[in-house]
C-alpha cells in the first residue's frame, strides 16, 4: 500500500500530521472561502521513499492528526452567523422552561443548534436532565475559556507535555517551536488546553504574487498579506466545546449538555508556516516550526482526564488520507512502527477501568471522518477511519468505543436524515457507530487577527528553537473577539454524541459507562437499511427513548442500582 501524504520530513507522531491542513485552517477567512484546498497547495511524497527510517517513520504519522471538519464553503463569517445577530440579554438568565414541558425548552437559543431538536434533547430538560455533576473531556485545539459561553462554570484546562530525555515533563515555560524539518530539534511540546493554539504565517511576496497570478480575481485579498506575518487563532476546539457543553444563559446558543463541566486538553501546539513557492512545494529548513505530542504527552493527557473524573472524551481528528480498505487499515494496525501508539490509546479507556471500578473505562468518542469523493450512492462512501475502528483491531475496547457519522435533514418526513455528502460511513464500526447532527452547526467561536510587517513572528534561543515575539502574542490577545459560527463535519457530529452522553451519565448514575454507551446506541433512531447497517451503525441519538429505560445491554449485564435516577 502507498499512501500519499505531505512532503518534508517532519519529526512529529502527531503534529506532523496535520501539516497539510495547517494551511487553510490558518489562512484568512477568504481563501477558506475561495474553495482552495490546502492539498492543491502541496506537492506529495510517499513514505516508502523517504531516505531514512527517521523520516520514513515521521512520513507514515503525518496523518495521525487531522480535524475532522470542512473549511471551505462550509462556513458562515462571524457576522453573519445566525447566533452572532441574536440580540445579548443579561447575565441574570431567568430559565422560562418548565419541567414536564419538552416544547417549552425551544427558545431561540436552542433553536441555534438544529442538531438539539433532532436528537430530541428538549425532552432530556423537560425531565430536569442537562448534564450537571458530569465531567466529560475532549482532547482539540485548545478551549477559549473566556468566551462567555464558559463562563460560571467548573471547566479546566489540562497542561500535557512530553517526557524529555532526562525523565522531566515539558512545560510551558520549556516549550518552543522547533523546525519540523530537522529531526535532531531540541523544542520539547507541551500546552494548555485552555487556550487555543496560535497559527502564524509569513505571507512571502513570491506566494502572494503566484496565488495573484494562478487566481487573480479570487485571491485579490492576498495583496493585503504580501510580505507580512499573520497571527489567527484555531477556531475548532473552541467549536467543539460550545457543542458539547455551552451555558443556557439567553445568548446566542447552548451545548447539549449545558450543565456539564469538561477538561480540555490540546493535541496542537503553536505553528509557523513560512508561505513561499520553495517551501509549499518543496519543504526544508526554515518552511514549518511547531511542536508536537508524542506517546507520552498522549498518555499525560489520558492519565489526568481520568484523575479528573472524565466519563467520556471527544475526538474530532483524525487521519487526514484515511485507508478505503480494510486491508488498508489492517497495515497501520499491524505497522510495528506504530503499536505503542495504539497501545497508549487502549490504556488510556482501560486505565480508567483500572481507577474507578469494572465497565468505568473512559468513553472515546471518534468523529469517523470526512472526504472528499464523488460517491454514486452512500453504500459506497468511504469506511470510518482508523481510530473509529480501533475496536476491529483491539475488540476488548468496543465497550468503549463510538463512532460517529453526520447526517443532515433531508426535509422529507419518512426519511428525515441522510448522510452528509462529505462524511465517511460507519463501515466497519457499525456495530459501535451512530449517526449525529453534523452540517452547518452552529457554536461558539474564538477569532482575530493581526498582521505585521516582514518576517519577524519569533526570537530564537541558544537551542536554535523558537518562540513567537511577545509583541505579536499580545497584539492578538487584544484582537480577540468571541463569536457563533457555523460549521460542517463529523467535527461537529462528535459532540453531540458526547453531550448526550453527559445526559445519561447523570440520569443513569447506578450504571457504568459502557452501560451508558449501550443505552445511546441501542435507543438510536433506525435510519437507512433495517436494523444496524454500516452507512448509519445504529442510527441517530434519540434522547427522548433513551431517558426512559434501556434498549439492551451488548458489553455488561451486571446493573447495581446504588443510587436514584437522575431527572424526574
Not at 503534529?15 to 472561502?33: E, G, N, R, T
Request: hydrophobic share 40%.
Amino acid at each position: 500500500m502507498k499512501l500519499k501524504l505531505c512532503p518534508a520530513p517532519m519529526r512529529s507522531k502527531l503534529f506532523q500530521a496535520i501539516a497539510c491542513s495547517l494551511l487553510v485552517s490558518a489562512a484568512p477567512a477568504a481563501l477558506a472561502d475561495s474553495g482552495m484546498s490546502s492539498n492543491l497547495a502541496m506537492s506529495t511524497a510517499d513514505c516508502t521513499d523517504a531516505p531514512n527510517a527517521v523520516q520514513r517513520d515521521a512520513c507514515r504519522a503525518r496523518q495521525m492528526a487531522h480535524f475532522q471538519f470542512a473549511f471551505a464553503g462550509e462556513h458562515s463569517p462571524a457576522s453573519t452567523a445566525s447566533a452572532a445577530n441574536k440580540t445579548l440579554v443579561g447575565t441574570n438568565y431567568n430559565e422560562a422552561a418548565k419541567l414536564g414541558d419538552a416544547e417549552s425548552w425551544k427558545s431561540d437559543e436552542f433553536m441555534q443548534d438544529w442538531g438539539l431538536e433532532a436528537m430530541n434533547a428538549h425532552h432530556a430538560y423537560a425531565r430536569g436532565l442537562t448534564g450537571s455533576g458530569v465531567r466529560i473531556g475532549l482532547f482539540d485545539s485548545g478551549v477559549a475559556l473566556g468566551h462567555g459561553e464558559f463562563s460560571g462554570k467548573n471547566h479546566q484546562g489540562l497542561i500535557i507535555g512530553n517526557l524529555q530525555a532526562d525523565g522531566t515533563r515539558c512545560t510551558l515555560a520549556d516549550s518552543s517551536l522547533g523546525d519540523l524539518s530537522n529531526p535532531d530539534n531540541n523544542a520539547c511540546f507541551a500546552t494548555d488546553g485552555g487556550t487555543p493554539s496560535i497559527e502564524s504565517l509569513y505571507w512571502d511576496p513570491a506566494y502572494t504574487n503566484f496565488l495573484l497570478q494562478i487566481n487573480p480575481v479570487g485571491a485579490a485579498w492576498a495583496a493585503d498579506y504580501e510580505n507580512k506575518t499573520s497571527f489567527r487563532y484555531d477556531i475548532h476546539g473552541t467549536h467543539v466545546a460550545g457543542t458539547m457543553a455551552a451555558n443556557r444563559d439567553g445568548n446566542g446558543m447552548h451545548g447539549v449538555a449545558f450543565g456539564a463541566d469538561f477538561s480540555s486538553a490540546r493535541l496542537f501546539g503553536d505553528s509557523f508556516w513560512h508561505l513561499s513557492p520553495l517551501c509549499i512545494f518543496l519543504g526544508g529548513p526554515g518552511c514549518q516550526y511547531g511542536q508536537f505530542a508524542d506517546n507520552s504527552a498522549f498518555d499525560d493527557m489520558y492519565q489526568q482526564m481520568n484523575a479528573a473524573g472524565v466519563r467520556a472524551i471527544n475526538h474530532s481528528w483524525g487521519l487526514q488520507f484515511e485507508p478505503y480498505f480494510p486491508d488498508e487499515q489492517d497495515t497501520l494496525y499491524n505497522d510495528p512502527e506504530l503499536e505503542a501508539y495504539w497501545q497508549t490509546l487502549r490504556e488510556g479507556s482501560l486505565t480508567g477501568e483500572s481507577m474507578h471500578g469494572k465497565g468505568m473505562g473512559l468513553i472515546q468518542v471518534w468523529a469517523a471522518g470526512n472526504h472528499s469523493y464523488l460517491i454514486p450512492s452512500l453504500d459506497v462512501a468511504p469506511i470510518a477511519g482508523v481510530h473509529a475502528t480501533l475496536p476491529r483491531h483491539m475488540p476488548e475496547l468496543e465497550k468503549y468505543w463510538l463512532s460517529v457519522v453526520n447526517v443532515h435533514p433531508t426535509g422529507d418526513l419518512s426519511s428525515p436524515y441522510i448522510l452528509s455528502d462529505s462524511s465517511m460511513k460507519c463501515g466497519l464500526s457499525m456495530e459501535w457507530c451512530l449517526a449525529a447532527p453534523g452540517t452547518k452547526i452552529n457554536s461558539a467561536l474564538v477569532e482575530g487577527l493581526y498582521l505585521q510587517d516582514g518576517n519577524s513572528a519569533f526570537q530564537t534561543d541558544a537551542d536554535g528553537n523558537k518562540r513567537f515575539l511577545p509583541a505579536g502574542l499580545d497584539a492578538l490577545r487584544n484582537a480577540t473577539q468571541f463569536g457563533y459560527q457555523d460549521l460542517t463535519g463529523t467535527s461537529m457530529a462528535a459532540p453531540h454524541v458526547t453531550g448526550a452522553l453527559a445526559l445519561l451519565f447523570e440520569r443513569y448514575p447506578y450504571l457504568t459507562n459502557a452501560q451508558v454507551r449501550d443505552v445511546l446506541l441501542t435507543t438510536a433512531t433506525d435510519l437507512g437499511a433495517p436494523g444496524v447497517d454500516d452507512v448509519y451503525g445504529w442510527g441517530m441519538v434519540n434522547l427522548k427513548k433513551a431517558i426512559e429505560g434501556y434498549g439492551q445491554f451488548r458489553v455488561d449485564t451486571d446493573v447495581n442500582m446504588v443510587a436514584k435516577a437522575g431527572g424526574t
